[in-house]
């Protein structure tokens, strides 16, 4: 029994035996039949490369690996020429112009290499990316790899209301980034903000699912009436964009400084919104630049910039800002004139010249058709002028012909007058043209003024009121005197009422405007009228009547209205 359990043993571990190494055959052949078969697939006598790894790295969406196999099986070695990728759910191809080591290479048979690849992918982070290798003369491989989730984005806020010298930025990482991002340069129409404009400082790590607010003290107001695209760059090569509203600005302009010669405490201002602009401006400060360079800051103004209300596109400051400065010791001096806002908008200088040491004035020049010999002219040395002078010269100027008509000695002292009677000039070839009169000191001062020489004495010479069967009307006279030197085309006749009120007299018994009715030389005309104004419930009252000829001239005369 015992020998028969002894060879009943040996067969069992003999048979266990042949088992595994049965197995093992099995393993083998089976194993054989798996990798031949693949071979068997692989086309004879081709290069055909192959993608082992793809590697896009969150913490640097600037660059990626891509490692190539060149299998031993291959019939010789290959020449990569290129490499991009695409995105899901997009047929554009992304190429890769700067590779590691660089393109093309030949990659030998039986042999690997990892090319890193300078390319920004940050914006498909979370998507899949395709990569493709090109070979020249081969088809190449391609490897698709899923990206790890990371986004960023911003939202701007520009509002030139308050400044265009400031603005603020609000930068989110996404709750689903798998990383930090770490925010380090900002730029607002692809111009740089300067990092220390920035508050919080920048470089600023954002942990997922974090925001900040960014202060930047940085003047936009070049970028207005535009829409301005903003780009926040981070250090592991993300970006954010985001484009603003189009954004308000303002065109201001100084239209004029005005220097009230009678007034040497200040000047005049006054400064318009442009109608191009979009936004509203608030005056805050006005300087003055004086031709040594010194800088005078306005400290009052009247009214106040602070009670005026903010400049409307189109609109100015009427009546026009007088600057407290007082210009006594400031005499004949360029200055530049700059306005500020609150906002920060640039307003151009404008130029100015202070008045002269010696502000001359001539009130009056009185030319009369009954005398073309002569004419009668009154100057004043004014209150604010610094000295008494010498007047030594008058000058008519007509057209390009100027001509001396008085030389002589005439003191002058501050505040003045001093009446030039029938200064001789024949003017009757001139009447009807502009004469410029010029008077002249011995010190070099002078004074300007320019007026119609009279061709035409017109007057009214009569109103009569009346009534006719419970009508009112009136009669008005008006007469082209003998003196005259040419006839003229009556025109328009208007009363003016008691409160200052004009009434314009068209029903009449000639022709007015459009045609008119010509009134010749030495001859007069009657004209009769009558109105929606009743002369019969004014009695009393002092009215101004208007006559204006289509050549420009006018007759007025006052009266009080009483019944003929």
């Known amino acids: 029994m015992r020998r028969l359990l002894k060879k009943v043993e040996a067969i069992s571990r003999l048979s266990l035996i042949l088992l595994m190494l049965g197995c093992i055959v099995f393993g083998a052949a089976l194993s054989y039949v798996w990798v031949m078969g693949i071979f068997y697939n692989v086309p004879l006598e081709t290069v055909d490369l192959c993608i082992t790894d793809v590697n896009f790295p969150a913490e640097d969406a600037r660059r990626f690996n891509v490692t190539v196999l060149n299998p031993s099986y291959s019939i010789s070695d290959a020449e990569i020429t290129g490499i991009g990728f695409t995105v899901e759910d997009s047929e554009k191809f992304y190429e890769v112009s700067e590779v590691d080591p660089s393109l093309p290479f ?10 890193i690849c300078d390319k920004n992918w940050g914006d498909f982070a979370g998507k899949t990316i395709t990569v493709h290798v090109i070979v020249n003369n081969a088809s190449g491989p391609n490897f698709a790899y899923k990206t790890s989730p990371v986004r ?5 806020y520009f509002r030139a209301e308050e400044t265009v010298e400031r603005f603020n930025l609000t930068v989110t990482n996404s709750v689903d980034s798998v990383i930090n991002l770490t925010v380090s340069e900002i730029l607002v129409g692809g111009l740089v903000v300067e990092k220390e404009t920035v508050s919080p400082e920048i470089p600023y790590v954002l942990a997922p699912g974090e925001n900040v607010t960014f202060v930047c003290d940085w003047k936009w107001a070049k970028l207005g009436g535009d829409y301005v695209n903003v780009t926040v760059n981070t250090e592991e090569g993300y970006k954010a964009r985001a484009t603003t509203h189009m954004l308000k600005v303002a065109y201001l302009e100084i239209k004029q400084v005005e220097f009230d010669e009678t007034d040497t405490s200040g000047f005049y201002l006054t400064v318009e919104n442009l109608n191009a602009s979009t936004a509203l401006a608030n005056l805050v400060g006005v300087e003055i630049t004086l031709d040594d360079g010194k800088t005078v800051k306005i400290n009052e103004t009247v009214p106040g910039l602070e009670f005026l209300p903010p400049l409307q596109p189109n609109g100015t400051t009427d009546p026009p800002i007088k600057c407290l400065w ?25 130029s100015a010249v202070t008045p002269p040491g010696v502000i001359l004035r001539i009130e009056e020049a009185e030319f009369n058709l009954t005398d073309t010999n002569h004419f009668n002219l009154t100057v004043k040395n004014l209150e604010t002028s610094l000295q008494n002078v010498d007047l030594d010269r008058i ?4 057209g390009g012909d100027t001509e001396t008509v008085w030389d002589g000695t005439v003191p002058l002292n501050i505040g003045d007058s001093y009446n030039f009677s029938d200064v001789e000039w024949n003017w009757t070839e001139s009447a009807g043209k502009t004469a410029t009169i010029t008077v002249y000191t011995a010190e070099g001062f002078n004074a300007s003024y320019s007026v119609e020489l009279p061709c035409v004495k017109l007057e009214v010479v009569d109103v009569v009121f009346a009534n006719f069967s419970g009508l009112d009307y009136f009669n008005i006279t008006v007469r082209n005197d003998a003196i005259s030197l040419r006839n003229v085309t009556l025109w328009e006749i208007t009363l003016i009422t008691a409160d200052n009120k004009s009434v314009s007299i068209t029903n009449v018994n000639i022709q007015l405007s459009p045609n008119g009715t010509e009134l ?8 009769s009228c009558t109105s929606d104004w009743k002369w019969s419930s004014h009695i009393g009252e002092t009215i101004t009547i208007r006559v204006l000829t289509r050549e420009g001239y006018e ?9 003929s």
Not at 520 to 527: L, R
Not at 555 to 561: K, M, N, P, Y
């Open 106 to 115: 030949t990659l030998e048979r039986g042999h690997s290499q990892t090319f």
């Open 395 to 398: 000058e008519v100027q007509v």
């Open 152 to 156: 960023l984005t911003v939202s701007p």
């Open 326 to 350: 007082d210009w006594t010791n400031y005499r004949n001096r360029a200055v530049n004139v700059t306005v500020y806002t609150k906002q920060g908008f640039t307003v151009p200088p404008k």
């Open 520 to 527: 010749a030389i030495g001859s007069e005309i009657t004209v």
């Open 555 to 563: 007759a007025t005369l006052s009266l009080t209205v009483e019944p």
